[in-house]
T-cell receptor, first 115, second 116 residues
Framework: KAGVTQTPRYLIKTRGQQVTLSCSPISGHRSVSWYQQTPGQGLQFLFEYFSETQRNKGNFPGRFSGRQFSNSRSEMNVSTLELGDSALYLC??????????????FGNGTRLTVT | SQELEQSPQSLIVQEGKNLTINCTSSKTLYGLYWYKQKYGEGLIFLMMLQKGGEEKSHEKITAKLDEKKQQSSLHITASQPSHAGIYLCGADIAGRNSGGYQKVTFGTGTKLQVIP
């Protein structure tokens, strides 16, 4: 089975621009979660989607949004980029969508640099 | 403050030595997970622990969830350079109160270096 695929692998953007990141989960997985990882804050939960519905959201501003398609593929969008948005963005999928009995499987991430 | 505290933050050990990494929470841990990350890459799932007192092993790595389900430890026996990386614990702290939704909180990570 193919793992979680994230594209692009690297991205360089300028302040004020917007960006869209893509994630294809493991086949059969319906839950997709997004995380932001920075040296200072570690791994921070952004949001989770299950069957095209956002079920949970972390403490991030409204500039961060996402969606999930009927084939479970997911995208996240960041508008009006700020320097502080530079981070590794990680996508993870799970089979059951319940975090106490279903581990997350991560992609290799998208490294976003905002200049 | 972090909901999940990991200690130590970093560790340098000689190849062949044993080591332990701890993950502590002030709340009950549900679905405790251990991951390994190479710099700039994704997280690799190692083990999942759910029941208090549960212990699991994979090759030379053993993880245990204490009886009260508020602390977990990861033990590596006879460390090798291939064990180097960042180890992260993750857990569902809200448990069933979250509605069963997928939300894993992660610790700050422990950076492990193994010197040949």
């Amino acid at each position: 089975k193919a793992g979680v695929t994230q594209t692009p692998r690297y991205l360089i953007k300028t302040r004020g621009q917007q960006v869209t990141l893509s994630c294809s989960p493991i086949s059969g997985h319906r839950s997709v979660s997004w995380y932001q990882q920075t040296p200072g804050q570690g791994l921070q939960f952004l949001f989770e989607y299950f069957s095209e519905t956002q079920r949970n959201k972390g403490n991030f501003p409204g500039r961060f949004s996402g969606r999930q398609f009927s084939n479970s593929r997911s995208e996240m969008n960041v508008s009006t980029l700020e320097l502080g948005d530079s981070a590794l963005y990680l996508c993870a999928s799970s089979s059951r969508g319940s975090s106490y009995n279903s581990p997350l499987h991560f992609g290799n991430g998208t490294r976003l640099t905002v200049t | 403050s972090q909901e999940l505290e990991q200690s130590p933050q970093s560790l340098i050990v000689q190849e062949g030595k044993n080591l332990t990494i701890n993950c502590t929470s002030s709340k009950t841990l549900y679905g405790l997970y251990w991951y390994k990350q190479k710099y700039g890459e994704g997280l690799i799932f190692l083990m999942m622990l759910q029941k208090g007192g549960e212990e699991k092993s994979h090759e030379k790595i053993t993880a245990k969830l204490d009886e009260k389900k508020q602390q977990s430890s990861l033990h590596i026996t006879a460390s090798q350079p291939s064990h180097a990386g960042i180890y992260l614990c993750g857990a569902d702290i809200a448990g069933r109160n979250s509605g069963g939704y997928q939300k894993v909180t992660f610790g700050t990570g422990t950076k492990l270096q193994v010197i040949p």
